[in-house]
């Protein structure tokens, strides 16, 4: 049995704000809390291996 990777509904639930705060904290956009950034992506974190692309904090290219 494969366990599914989490999704930003996931990590936002566990972070405790809306995805639209998750999305928000993992690309870096203002208009959000330090307190409210830094869980979401303490959250994101715990398994970075795990973690789709769409939940991966991006660089510049």
């Known amino acids: ?3 599914q990777r989490p999704t930003l509904a996931d990590v936002a639930r566990v972070a405790g704000v809306s995805r639209a705060t998750a999305s928000r ?3 870096g956009a203002y208009g ?3 307190e409210s950034r830094d869980r979401v992506r303490a959250v994101a974190a715990r398994r970075p291996g795990r973690l789709p692309t769409s939940l991966t904090v991006r660089g510049s290219s």
Do not use: D, G, R, V
Request: aromatic residues 0%.
């Open 1 to 3: 049995m494969t366990k």
């Open 32 to 34: 959000i809390s330090a």
């Open 25 to 27: 904290a993992i690309n």
